[in-house]
C-alpha cells in the first residue's frame, strides 16, 4: 500500500558572490527531518510541499541577504537579516584576498560548525569569530578540491561536457572508470593534481599563470572595472591586431610543413612590440582576448603535457576562472586538442567554480553522503535571485511574495531575458583558427555560472527502476532536443499554452486577486526559463523534452500552484464513475477475446482526455471531446498505427485448450484521470486481476496537469469498487479500502481471497517519467512484476518509448500532437500505439 511520501533530506546549493577582493561561495545542504515515512496517506498535508523533489525552500534563510555597499568599496557588508540558527551543515570557501571587515557587525548567534577550506578560512577565522561568533572548521584546500570534483562527477548527471568550437557535449561518466583523471583548478593560479581515487591524488603541476592574471593584468591594461566587464570586452575583441600571427610572419601563408596555419598565433602580444603604438592605441576589447587566450592557451596546453606525463586520457577544468565562458573552454580544449593530435580530452564541470566549498561540505563526518548515488539528486532550477544579474546571486527567493514582487519588478525593467533569443549556429574555427570568438554573442551574462547552477535535492529514497533492461544504456527521453528545430517547436508548445495554464491554475486557487498575481508572476518565471534555454539549451543539463514538462509543474509548484485541474480531475471523475456500472456491464457480456480488444481500445480512446495537449484543449472548448471519445471508442480502427495487439493478445488468450500462464504481478502506469483511469486503465486492471494476475496502480507522487496522484487513487477505487465485486475483493486484499466501504456491494463480509489491487506512487510530479529515478516503493512492487503497462503520450512516448524491459511491456498512447506523430510513427495526430515487447 502507498504510505505517505516521505519528506526527503533536503538540500540547496547556494551562491553567494562575489566582490572583487573577497569571494564567498557558499554550499549549503542540510537536512531535514524526515517525517511521517511509516504514516497515513490521509495524515499528508495536501500540499506539494511535503512531498520529495518539491520543497524548494532552502534552509539557509538568505532572504534580504545583501552585500551593504558596492562592489567597489573596500568593506562592505554581507547581511543575513532573516537566518534563523538552526543550520546544521554550512561549507565555504574564501579566497584569500585582502577582505578584511566585510562580515556583519552584527554578531550572529550561531552555534553552527562551519567547514571552510581556502586561504581564507585561515586568513579569516579570527574575523568569522570576532563578528559572527562563528569557528571555522578548517578543511585542506587540495583534499576538498578532489572531494567535491569526485562527487560532482559521480552523483550529479550531465555534470561534465566538452566544449568545441562553441558546442557542448554532455559526458556521462561511468563510476567505475572515472579515475585515475588530471583535475585543473583554474582559480587564482592553477592546480593540476592526479586523481587515482577518493581521497587519493598528487598534486603533479600547477602554474602561477592562471586567473588572477587574467584578472590582474587585464585591469591594468584596459582599466575594467569587474572581472564580468573584462570578459564582455573579450567578447568583441580582435587579438589578430595584437597577436603576431604565423601569417604576419610567413607573409599571410600558413606554415604547412609543421602544421601551422596563418591564423595560429605565433606570439602573443607579439604585435604590440611596434614601437609607433602606446597602449591607448589598442582596443581594450583586443587586449582582453588577445590576453584571454594567452591565459587559456597556456594552461591547456601545461595541462596536456600533464596528462601525457602520466597518461591520462581525461582531463577535467574547474575553478571560477572559467565561468562557463564558452571562448575560454574553447580555448583551452582546442590546445588540449591540438597537441595531443586529438588523444587527450578537456572536460569542463556545470558546478566548476564550487568543487572546494563542496568538497568541505562533503568532509563532515556521518552526514550519510558517502554513498551517494547519482539517482538520489534531483536537480531543480527554481526561480530568484539569479536572475537579477547583480552583484548578489542569492539563492531561490524563499519567500513568495518576495518572488512575486521581484518578477513584477523584473518585468517594469525590460523584456530582454523574456525575449526569445535566437540561437546563431556554432561558428567553426579550423586549425589554430580562433580568430574571433566562436560563440561570440552581443553581450555576456554577467550571472552565466549562477544560472547553471541549480539546487541539489537529495532523496535518499529514490531508486533506479529495477526492470529496466539496460539501466546504463537507459535514456528516458525520445525527442532530442539538441536539434534546434525541434526546440524551437516545442518551445512555442509550451509558450503558446502557458495563458490557458494560468487560467486553470488561477482558477483553481479561486481566482483571487492574490492567485491571479501568482499566475503572472509563474507565467513570466517560466517564459524566462524558456527564454534561457532557448539561449543556451545546456545550460540545466542536458535537455529533453520530460525535462521542460517537468520544468514547468516545479514552477508551478514554486509560485504555490498546489493542483491546478483539481475541479477539472474531479469533475471528470464523477462523470466516469457514474457510467462505470454500464460498461462493466457490457464487457461482461462479451467473449474473452473481443473484451480483451474492447479494454486496449477503452485505454487508448480514453487518452483523448488530456489537458496538456493543445489540440485537445482545443477540443474541450469545442464541446467536441465527449463526441470523438465516443466515436473513437465505437469504431476504433485497427490497425492503429503502432499494432502489436495480437501479440499480446496471443500472451493472454488461450489457445484451444492451453490456458496461458497469467502474469504474476502487473505495473500499470496510469495517466491522467476520469475516463483515462476509470474507463480505461481500472477496466483493463479488472481483467487482470480476473486472470489471477495481482495489480499495482502506479501514479504520480504530485500533480502534473490532470494527471491522477497516488494520494487521489485509492479514492477513485473504492468509488468504482462499489459498482464491481472484483475491483472491491482485490481493492481489499491491497489494503484499499476502509472497512466502512467493504460491505457497500452486497452487504457480505465474506474474507474472499483475492489478488491484491494495489497503489503506488511512481516518485515524481510530471507528465513523464524518469525511470532511473522512481520512488522505493515502487522499486519494490517491481520486484515481483512481469508484466508493465505504460499508458499516455507523457510517459510512453516523450519518454520510454524506446526503453526496454526485462519483462513484457505493453505502451498504449493516443498522440494528440501532428508533429509528434509524424516524426515518431509516421502517422496523424488521434492515431494510436499499442507497441508490445516482450521480455528482453
Ligand atoms: N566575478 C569575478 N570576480 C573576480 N574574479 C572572477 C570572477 N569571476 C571569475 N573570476 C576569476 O576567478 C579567479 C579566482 O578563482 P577561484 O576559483 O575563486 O580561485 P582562488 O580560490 O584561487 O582565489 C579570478 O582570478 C578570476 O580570474
Ligand atoms: C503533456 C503531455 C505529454 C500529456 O500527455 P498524456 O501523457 O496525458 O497522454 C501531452 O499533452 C503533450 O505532449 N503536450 C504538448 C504538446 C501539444 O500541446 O501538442
Ligand atoms: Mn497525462
Known sequence: MA?????????????????????????????????????????????????????????????????LGNSEER????????????????????????????????????????KATGGGAYKFADLFKEKLGVSLDKEDEMDCLVAGANFLLKAIRHEAFTHMEGHKKFVQIDHNDLFPYLLVNVGSGVSMIKVD??????????????????????????????????????????NRTIDMLVGDIYGGMDYGKIGLSASTIASSFGKAISEKKELEDYRPEDISLSLLRMISYNIGQISYLNALRFGLKRIFFGGFFIRGHAYTMDTISFAVHFWSKGEAQAMFLR?????????????????????????????????????????????????????????EKFVLKGTEITAPVPMAPPGTTGLGGFEVPSSKGGTLRSDASALNVGVLHLVPTLEVFPLLADPKMYEPNTIDLSDHVELEYWFTVLSEHLPDLVDKAVASEGGTDDARRRGDAFARAFSAHLARLMEEPAAYGKLGLANLLELREECLREFHFVDAYRSIKQRENEASLAVLPDLLMELDSMTEETRLLTLIEGVLAANIFDWGSRACVDLYHKGTIIEIYRMSRNKMQRPWRVDDFDVFKERMQSSGDKKPRPHKRALLFVDNSGADIVLGMLPLARELLRRGTEVVLVANSLPALNDATAMELPDIVAEAAKHCDILRRAAEAGGLLVDAMINALDGSKENSSSVP???????????????????????????????????????????????????????????????????????NIYDCVCRYEPAS
Not at 9 to 36: H, M, P, S
Not at 200 to 229: H, I, M, P, Q
Not at 357 to 362: K, N, Q
Open 351 to 407: 558546478h566548476e567554480g564550487f568543487l572546494g566549498a563542496l568538497g568541505a561540505f562533503m568532509s563532515y563526518e556521518k552526514h550519510g553522503l558517502d554513498d551517494l548515488m547519482v539517482h538520489h539528486l534531483v536537480e531543480r532550477f527554481p526561480m530568484g535571485a539569479p536572475y537579477t544579474g547583480g552583484k548578489i546571486h542569492g539563492p531561490p527567493l524563499g519567500d513568495l511574495n518576495e518572488k512575486i514582487s521581484w518578477m
Open 757 to 827: 489491487l494495489m497503489v503506488v506512487e511512481n516518485g515524481c510530479g510530471s507528465p513523464c517519467i524518469d525511470l532511473r529515478q522512481v520512488s522505493s516503493e515502487l522499486a519494490a512492487a517491481a520486484k515481483d512484476a512481469d508484466l508493465i503497462i505504460l499508458e499516455g503520450m507523457g510517459r510512453a512516448l516523450h519518454t520510454n518509448f524506446n526503453a526496454r524491459f526485462k519483462c513484457d511491456a505493453l505502451k498504449l498512447a493516443m498522440v494528440k500532437n501532428q508533429r509528434l506523430a509524424e516524426k515518431l510513427i509516421e502517422g
Open 3 to 67: 504510505g505517505l511520501i516521505d519528506e526527503p533530506i533536503l538540500g540547496t546549493n547556494d551562491i553567494i558572490e562575489t566582490r572583487e577582493e573577497a569571494e564567498i561561495k557558499d554550499v549549503l545542504i542540510d537536512k531535514v527531518r524526515e517525517e511521517g515515512g511509516q504514516g497515513d496517506r490521509e495524515m499528508a498535508p495536501p500540499t506539494g510541499n511535503s512531498i520529495h523533489r518539491s520543497g524548494s525552500r532552502p534552509q539557509l534563510d538568505l532572504s534580504k541577504a545583501a552585500i
Open 75 to 114: 568593506d562592505p557588508t554581507i547581511l543575513l537579516p532573516n537566518q534563523s540558527d538552526d543550520i546544521s551543515h554550512l561549507a565555504l570557501d574564501i579566497g584569500g584576498i585582502d577582505s578584511h571587515g566585510w562580515l556583519s557587525e552584527t554578531p550572529a548567534n550561531c552555534s553552527a560548525e562551519i
Open 197 to 238: 581515487g577518493d581521497g587519493k591524488f598528487e598534486r603533479v603541476s600547477g602554474t602561477n599563470v592562471g586567473g588572477g592574471t587574467y584578472w590582474g593584468l587585464g585591469r591594468l591594461l584596459t582599466k575594467c572595472k569587474s572581472f564580468d566587464e573584462l570578459l564582455e570586452l573579450s567578447q568583441r575583441g580582435d
